[in-house]
């Protein structure tokens, strides 16, 4: 699900929509490795590969994405929508491991995203009843954009994340977008 903000010059994307396209080769890759019978809060190459597919699938889509307006990740951390990662993992579990992921990436990457108690479809619901709690929240939807700073996010801290987690698959190149996409429309 999208959200736009109009007057705010917003788009909220739904973090779980981004989920759903790599859900199942996540579940394939973790059968392949044999992990799905491990403890997934502990386990080190679960969570590389957690890194790995969320990483990839959310610059992926920012880069395949063609707004005009501000990207703003949205993530609900108090219910997940079908996913087939759910058979291997309690929805609490996960949701707490997916919460914690997008802190760091929030802190590594030049993405916008914001963690919420609220469905995107409910935060729907209370914009269009103008209910209070949905100017509360575009409020601090703003505020999380207008502080954005780009200059702060260098390539080095994600660098040394890559080579830790052994992602391979970031380089400079691979950012490049995502950075010249989030500078545009700050």
């Not at 903000?5 to 739904?14: K, P, S």
């Not at 590969?49 to 969320?54: E, P």
């Not at 759910?86 to 995203?113: C, G, M």
Request: overall charge positive.
């Amino acid at each position: 699900m999208k959200l736009q903000l109009v007057e705010h010059n917003i788009t909220l994307i739904d973090f779980q929509d981004i989920h759903k396209t790599y859900d199942c080769e996540l579940v394939d890759k973790l059968h392949d490795l044999q992990l799905l019978d491990k403890n997934f809060k502990k386990n080190k190459d679960i969570r590389k590969l957690l890194y790995h597919f969320t990483i990839k699938g959310i610059v992926d889509y920012i880069n395949s994405t063609k707004f005009n307006t501000k990207l703003v990740l949205y993530f609900n951390n108090t219910q997940f929508y079908e996913s087939s990662i759910l058979e291997y993992v309690h929805e609490d579990e996960y949701l707490d491991i997916l919460t914690k992921l997008l802190i760091k990436i929030r802190n590594l990457l030049p993405i916008k995203i914001t963690i919420s108690y609220k469905s995107l479809s409910y935060f729907k619901h209370l914009l269009d009843n103008n209910d209070g709690r949905a100017r509360s929240t575009c409020t601090k939807l703003y505020s999380i954009v207008s502080k954005f700073n780009i200059e702060k996010f260098t390539f080095e801290k994600i660098k040394k994340f890559a080579k830790m987690n052994d992602l391979i698959f970031l380089s400079n190149s691979y950012f490049e977008d995502i950075k010249t996409k989030q500078i545009v429309f700050r």
